[in-house]
C-alpha cells in the first residue's frame, strides 16, 4: 500500500506548477512588477541566461520532494488510468521576464539595498496604473511625459521597447486663454500628436497650438488639430436630425425651449453638425478616435462654453470609445491636471466609477491609466488602487492626510506624530522634480546574495531623468519670450 501512495503522488506532482513558463509566482510578480532597478534586472536577466542554458536540471529541481526515482514509480503507473509513468519537463521559460522597459527615475536616497543613483525602469511590458501628485510647479507634467515617453517611443537611449503603445490624454484649462497641454511637446520626439478640441474653441485651440510647436526642434506638422466628434448615444441606429425634428414636434413652450436650446448649442460644439457634404459622402463613420502604436491623440476640451460636469460627460465618453477601439499593441490613458474637471458633481462622480473600472481592468484589457493631479484628494480610491503613487513636493496638511491614509508605505511609516512630521518635512522640502514614490509591488531592492526583493512598506526618493525632447511645462520668466530658449534638453550633456 505504501508503494501504491508513491506512484500516485508521483503521478500527481505532474500538476505541481514549479516552472510553467515563469507565468506563476515570484516569477510573475517580476514580470508584472510596475517598477524595477536595474540591478535587479540584470540579476534576473543572469537567471533567465542560467536556466535557458539548462543549468538548473528537473531533477535537481525535484531532488528534495522525498519521491521514488521514475523507475521505481513506472512498476504500478499502470494502476492509474492513462498514466504513463512521470512526466518531470523541467521547462525554462521560451522569453524574458523583462522584455519592454524606460528609464524613470533615479533612487536619490538612503537605502542599503538600492544603489545611490540607481536606474529605476518603468515596466512598459505589463499593464499598471500611476497615480501623480504635487503643487504646481513641482514636475508633475515632467513625470507624465516621461512616462509617456517611455511607452510611445522606441529609443534605445532611454531603455527598451519592442512594440510602442497609442497613447490617449485627456486634458481641460478652466481658463483656456492660450494653455495648451503640455503633453503636446512629445512631438519634439518624432511622436504623431493629434489634438482633438471642440468646434466652438478650433481657431483659438489652433493658434495656441501652432505657437506652442513654433520652434526649430518641433515638427508642427506632426501636431494635428481635429475636431472632436460626440456619440450622442450608444444606442445602433440612433440619427440626430430624426431626434432634432421630433423635438421640434414637441410643441414645447418658450420656457422650455431655452434650456434645451442651452445644452443643443453646447452639443453641437463639439459635435460635426450639421454634417458637411464630406461628411453626407462617406461610406463609412468618420473615426472619433484612430489609436495607433506610437501615436498621441489629446482630447483637449478647453472652452469657455463648457462647464465641468459637461466635460466629464464627454471624456466619459471618449475613454469609452478609446477602450472600445484599443490596438492590440495596448494602450496608455492619462488624465493631465485631473482636479480641474474632477469634483463633487454627479457626471465627476460616474467618471471616477469608470476610471476606477479601467484600473480594476487593466491586465484583461492592456491599458495603463495614469492620474496626474495637483488634489490628491480627488479619489481616495484611485489612491488605493493605483500601483504607483508619485508624490511631488506640497505643503497641504489635508492632501499629507489623504496620502498617509490610503497609501500603503505611507502609512506604515507613520505610526507616531514624530514619524508623520517627518514624512510630511521629507514631503514639503523636496526639489522641483523630485518625489517620493510609493509602489509596494515594485522590485527595486537587491540583497547582498543577489536576490530581488519588492520595496513593501518602504518608500523610495526619486531623482527625475533629463528628458530628450522640449519640455513644455518650463517657467515663463521676466525676459524671455516664451521659455523656449531653456526648454532644450541636450542629453549629452545632460543640461
Known amino acids: 500500500m505504501e508503494g501504491d501512495y508513491h506512484i500516485e503522488r508521483a503521478y500527481y506532482l505532474n500538476f505541481l506548477d514549479r516552472d510553467v513558463d515563469g507565468r506563476s509566482g515570484e516569477e510573475e510578480c517580476l514580470r508584472t512588477s510596475p517598477l524595477f532597478s536595474l540591478a535587479v534586472k540584470h540579476a534576473v536577466d543572469r537567471n533567465f541566461k542560467a536556466r535557458r542554458a539548462g543549468t538548473l536540471e528537473a531533477s535537481e529541481a525535484f531532488s528534495d520532494d522525498g519521491v521514488h526515482s521514475a523507475d521505481e514509480s513506472e512498476d504500478g503507473a499502470s494502476q492509474i488510468s492513462g498514466y504513463q509513468g512521470p512526466q518531470y519537463p523541467g521547462r525554462t521559460l521560451s522569453r524574458p521576464i523583462l522584455p519592454q522597459y524606460g528609464l524613470l527615475v533615479f533612487h536619490v536616497g538612503n537605502n542599503d539595498q538600492i544603489s545611490h543613483h540607481e536606474p529605476i525602469m518603468l515596466n512598459v511590458h505589463a499593464p499598471n496604473s500611476a497615480f501623480i501628485c504635487g503643487s504646481q510647479g513641482s514636475g508633475k507634467s515632467y513625470t507624465l511625459n516621461c512616462?509617456?515617453?517611455?511607452?510611445?517611443?522606441?529609443?534605445?537611449?532611454?531603455?527598451?521597447?519592442?512594440?510602442?503603445?497609442?497613447?490617449?490624454?485627456?486634458?481641460?484649462?478652466?481658463?483656456?486663454?492660450?494653455?495648451?497641454?503640455?503633453?503636446?511637446s512629445l512631438c519634439s520626439r518624432g511622436i504623431k500628436v493629434n489634438i482633438l478640441v471642440s468646434d466652438s474653441n478650433f481657431e483659438a485651440a489652433q493658434r495656441s497650438y501652432r505657437a506652442a510647436t513654433d520652434s526649430p526642434e518641433y515638427k508642427p506638422d506632426h501636431g494635428e488639430v481635429l475636431t472632436a466628434t460626440k456619440r450622442a448615444q450608444r444606442r445602433a441606429g440612433f440619427n440626430h436630425g430624426e431626434f432634432l425634428q421630433l423635438l421640434g414636434q414637441a410643441g414645447l413652450s418658450t420656457e422650455q425651449q431655452r434650456p434645451m436650446r442651452l445644452r443643443l448649442d453646447l452639443l453641437h460644439s463639439v459635435m460635426r453638425w450639421p454634417p458637411s457634404k464630406t461628411d453626407l459622402k462617406r461610406k463609412t463613420a468618420r473615426k472619433l478616435l484612430d489609436l495607433q502604436p506610437g501615436t498621441l491623440t489629446v482630447v483637449d476640451l478647453s472652452d469657455p462654453f463648457v462647464d465641468t460636469a459637461t466635460v466629464c460627460t464627454l471624456f466619459d465618453i471618449c475613454l469609452s470609445v478609446a477602450k472600445e477601439k484599443r490596438p492590440e499593441c495596448g494602450m496608455v490613458v492619462a488624465f493631465d491636471e485631473a482636479h480641474k474637471y474632477i469634483d463633487q458633481s454627479p457626471a465627476a462622480t460616474n467618471f471616477i466609477d469608470r476610471l476606477l473600472t479601467t484600473v480594476r481592468e487593466q491586465r484583461h484589457i492592456g491599458t495603463r491609466v495614469i492620474i496626474s493631479t495637483q488634489e490628491p484628494t480627488i479619489s481616495e480610491k484611485l489612491l488605493d488602487l493605483c500601483s504607483i503613487s508619485i508624490v511631488h513636493h506640497f505643503k497641504s496638511p489635508a492632501w499629507f492626510r489623504s496620502i498617509r491614509n490610503h497609501l500603503g508605505g505611507a502609512s506604515g511609516l507613520v505610526n507616531s506624530d514624530k514619524e508623520q512630521a517627518m514624512l510630511f518635512e521629507q514631503i514639503l522640502t523636496l526639489p522641483v522634480g523630485e518625489s517620493r514614490v510609493f509602489a509596494p509591488g515594485a522590485f527595486v531592492c537587491l540583497s547582498a546574495d543577489g536576490k530581488s526583493k519588492r520595496l513593501g512598506s518602504e518608500v523610495l526618493r526619486m531623482g527625475p531623468r533629463s528628458r530628450l525632447g522640449i519640455d513644455a511645462g518650463v517657467s515663463v520668466l521676466a525676459g524671455e519670450r516664451d521659455g523656449h530658449s531653456s526648454r532644450r534638453v541636450d542629453f549629452a550633456s545632460g543640461s
Do not use: M, W
Open 147 to 184: 512616462i509617456l515617453e517611455n511607452c510611445l517611443l522606441a529609443d534605445a537611449r532611454t531603455g527598451k521597447l519592442r512594440q510602442p503603445l497609442a497613447g490617449v490624454v485627456f486634458h481641460y484649462e478652466i481658463d483656456s486663454s492660450g494653455t495648451v497641454a503640455e503633453t503636446a
